[in-house]
């Protein structure tokens, strides 16, 4: 055991690849649903870092910095250079890992695989070393997407991306270089809003910044960067973006909002367009219902009826088909379409049933019952004597 006091050791003041988002020497989880713009956000802080820029206001810049990238699901000709070359990248300071069976002593062999591997990481490390020894070191290594890279990080083996986690943040550690890591939500995940919770929550525990990129409910086309963790420094805002012709383009305002209170925010609003959304059905419930109380109406005269008292088309359906509605053609060549009220149910009576009666208990005496047997017997007799 080495101890060593603490007020011998100066004090070091963190350093960014991209300012407030992905620190230097440190592991960076960045998740999100699929088609969220995730990789697309890779390529822009690709490019500015090889241009020197450390963020996205031009007070924040440096020495321009080499990247290397595993990119495992886009083509790197068809899709990866046309990403980076349209968010305006140096593209010989970006080193793409690809398959390569060829190792020698100026380009170790990195090849598509496990990075849980110790060769492939210590192949990694051998060429972080070459690159900061011709002067341009490698600033961010991206892993995109990690789950094809990392081993189990489906969330069956923690302690197996644990162990991968902590060899990654040591060569972070050592070479000084950020890593960042893409991931989309787990299956299991998907459910939750926002989405925020990487493919592991292992990889947020270990991440020193963990960010999501979330789609805007209001505006379809909008997304917008949200902070989830951030250990380095003061909670930074998110910011918003728009994507055209495959790049980023970035607002000039900041979002004063956490992903947790994204969430928050979005369950809110969905619960209150329901609320809205139920009392405006009931309204056109009961409008349909006096609509149709006379009698059959044109299809084309009950939607625009009902466009002229501010209804959609896709309200009126669903009313239409809650009041069990039903839509019918006249027979007739050029016959109309029309939607009606349901018959009303009926319960069928059979005529000429007889009425019942009520009936009452009647008591007789032993000696009335006999008479009466009497009788009957001696009309019996009468009546065969006749015939």
């Given at each position: 055991m080495n101890l060593e006091k603490l007020s011998d050791i100066p004090a070091t003041t963190p350093g960014w690849v991209w300012k407030g988002v992905i620190p230097e020497g440190q592991l960076t989880l960045l998740t999100g649903e699929p088609g969220v713009g995730k990789s697309l956000f890779a390529m822009d802080a690709i490019a500015r870092l090889t241009r020197g820029e450390r963020g996205l206001t031009v007070d924040e810049m440096g020495e321009p910095g080499q990247v290397i990238l595993f990119s495992g699901e886009d083509g790197i000709a068809s899709v990866v250079r046309n990403r980076l070359e349209a968010a305006k990248a140096v593209l010989p300071l970006v080193n793409i890992v690809v398959n390569d069976t060829t190792a020698t002593s100026e380009k170790p062999e990195l090849?598509?695989?496990r990075l849980d591997d110790d060769g492939e990481i210590e192949s990694l490390e051998l060429y972080l070393t070459l690159l900061r020894e011709t002067g341009a070191p490698c600033r961010l290594v991206v892993i995109d997407p990690a789950k094809n890279f990392l081993d189990?990080?489906?969330?069956?083996?923690?302690?197996?991306?644990r162990a991968t986690l902590a060899k990654l943040t040591d060569l972070a550690n050592r070479s000084g270089a950020a890593i960042l890591l893409i991931a989309a939500p787990s299956k299991f995940e998907k459910g939750k809003r926002g989405n925020w919770s990487p493919t592991s929550p292992v990889l947020a525990e270990v991440a020193r910044s963990v960010w999501t990129i979330v789609r805007d409910p209001d505006e379809p086309g909008r997304r917008v960067l949200l902070p989830v963790k951030t250990n380095l420094c003061e909670t930074p805002p998110?910011?918003?973006?728009?994507?055209?012709?495959?790049?980023?383009?970035?607002?000039?305002?900041?979002?004063?909002q956490t992903a947790e209170q994204y969430v928050a925010?979005?369950?809110q609003t969905e619960q209150l367009l329901n609320v809205a959304a139920k009392s405006e059905l009931s309204r056109v419930t009961e409008w349909v219902k006096k609509r149709l109380n006379d009698g059959p109406v044109y299809t084309s005269v009950l939607k625009e009826d009902a466009a002229g008292h501010d209804i959609s088309e896709k309200t009126l359906m669903r009313a239409l088909i809650l009041l069990g509605g039903i839509k019918g053609k006249e027979k007739k060549s050029d016959g109309r379409w029309f939607w009606r009220m349901p018959d009303p149910l009926t319960v069928p009576v059979i005529?000429?049933?007889?009425a019942v009666k009520t009936r009452t208990l009647e008591f007789k005496t032993m000696a009335e019952i006999c008479a009466e047997a009497d009788k009957a017997k001696t009309l019996k007799n009468t009546i065969k004597?006749?015939?």
């Open positions: 090849r598509r695989s189990a990080t489906n969330g069956r083996d923690d302690a197996k991306i998110g910011i918003g973006f728009t994507i055209q012709n495959q790049r980023i383009f970035w607002e000039n305002a900041w979002v004063r925010d979005a369950t005529s000429g049933s007889p004597k006749g015939t």
